[in-house]
């Protein structure tokens, strides 16, 4: 007995590892050795391709594909229509599977709509992604990158507000109030 919820329009293959709680929703298609987590909501059509990870608690909204090679952490957000890569110079004639590049998104990662994630990079944790970014490095933990091409804005906590520190180089988040640190050009919570 599946412990998850699929619209009847979704497309689910053989061999995927679907968590209790999850929902599909209308027109996505979750592809063969896919693993999703518990309560994780899956919006409308969506792709999910082969071997692809997502953590428990993961928000896909809707017209996003996640193409093999993502792996997401717990509690990732992906914002509509979102676009990630997994080959760096695709040719239609030139087959290149054996050449796809891994995307890690840490815990807690936000991408914004209509954001563009070039393959091979990792995102921190709690980073933050704003609308229609193209992102094309490493993302550390913390970071607010936005533009085309993209550029670090600033600092965010795990509530997703600016974080503005002090001399000390100490900020509190509004609504959460947990505490961060910024120190060589790193943030790490400490509260």
Not at 21 to 44: A, L, P, V, Y
Not at 168 to 191: C, H, W
Request: charged share 25%.
């Amino acid at each position: 007995m599946k412990e998850y919820f699929a619209h009847e329009t979704a497309i689910i293959d053989e061999g995927c590892q679907i968590g209790k709680e999850t929902k599909i929703w209308h027109f996505s298609h979750i592809m063969k050795g896919c693993e999703i987590g518990e309560k994780c909501n899956i919006g409308q059509n969506v792709v999910i391709s082969p071997d692809v990870v997502l953590g428990d608690n993961c928000k896909v909204q809707n017209n996003v594909s996640v193409y093999t090679g993502v792996k997401c952490e717990k509690d990732v957000f992906l914002g509509p229509s979102c676009v990630f890569t997994n080959v760096i110079n695709p040719r239609s004639a030139v087959p290149r599977k054996d050449e796809y590049k891994p995307t890690i998104l840490k815990q807690g990662c936000s991408i914004g709509a209509n954001a563009t994630i070039v393959c091979g990079h990792t995102l921190g944790k709690y980073c933050l992604i704003g609308a229609g970014a193209v992102i094309r490095e490493d993302i550390k933990d913390y970071e607010c990158w936005i533009g085309n091409p993209a550029f670090r804005l600033g600092w965010v906590g795990e509530y997703g507000h600016r974080l503005i520190f002090n001399e000390e180089g100490i900020a509190t988040e509004k609504e959460s109030n947990f505490v961060y640190k910024l120190e060589n050009d790193k943030v790490e919570r400490i509260k």
